[in-house]
């Protein structure tokens, strides 16, 4: 069936750093790819999105490239800030609006 | 223009019981999903409901089940609750592709 992988965590970096957090995904045909973010005490919040090979999503300075050959979709930044301390989640769906399938999630850290 | 709300916000029930979770779409919205949040993990998707229907349902058990009412908000309802039953449950609204999550109800199971 169809599945996500992400780095573990926690991921502690200082500011400014750069950061990438590894996400892979098994699926039938041509799902799309999301990262969502999860404040403390918040809600899901869609980070950016990529509907077919290739596309990049971006979002706040956060992008992802959607690689079907390795079927992954790796999440980066440039210069990481305090307030990106969060959990990450990444997930597919392949049904529009439907079941959204997530990774584990992977908790950031940013010291300043 | 508030977003999803769900309610309460905390929970706290003993084995066995019964429990009923609440759910407000975003305004327009017609379509709202469950996801269940155990402690360090993603969320998985219990089932989905549309124009007052279950529209699709994830692998859980028959003792999870839902209800969506005219007016797009949903209930989403657990019964002969297990230990393993505590859990962050978030709801999401949509109308086409994009959901958006509610900060979801903390269910603590005792």
């Known amino acids: 069936g169809n599945s996500v992988t992400q780095m573990e965590g926690p991921v502690t970096l200082s500011e400014e750093a750069f950061l990438t957090i590894n996400c892979t995904y098994t699926a039938t045909g041509y799902p799309s790819l999301f990262w969502y973010v999860q404040y403390p005490g918040e809600g899901l919040q869609l980070l950016l999105k990529a509907t077919k090979a290739d596309d990049k999503g971006s979002n706040k300075g956060f992008e992802a490239t959607y690689r079907k050959e390795t079927t992954s979709f790796h999440l980066e930044k440039g210069s990481v800030q305090v307030s990106d301390s969060a959990v990450y989640f990444c997930?597919?769906?392949?049904?529009?609006?439907?079941?959204?399938?997530f990774g584990q999630g992977t908790e950031l850290s940013v010291k300043p | 223009d508030a977003g999803v709300t769900q309610s309460p916000t905390h929970l706290i029930k003993t084995r066995g019981q019964q429990v009923t979770l609440r759910c407000s779409p975003k305004?327009?919205?017609?379509?709202v999903s469950w996801y269940q949040q155990a402690l360090g993990q993603g969320p998985q998707f219990i089932f989905q409901y549309y124009e007052e229907e279950e529209r699709q349902r994830g692998n859980f058990p028959d003792r999870f089940s839902g209800h969506q009412f005219p007016n797009y908000s949903s209930e989403l309802n657990v019964n002969a609750l297990l230990l393993g039953d505590s859990a962050l449950y978030l709801c999401?609204?949509?109308?086409?592709?994009?959901?958006?999550f509610g900060p979801g109800t903390r269910l603590t199971v005792t």
């Open positions: 997930a597919l769906t392949n049904n529009q609006g439907g079941k959204l399938i």
């Open positions: 305004s327009g919205h017609d379509t």
């Open positions: 999401a609204s949509s109308l086409g592709q994009r959901q958006y």
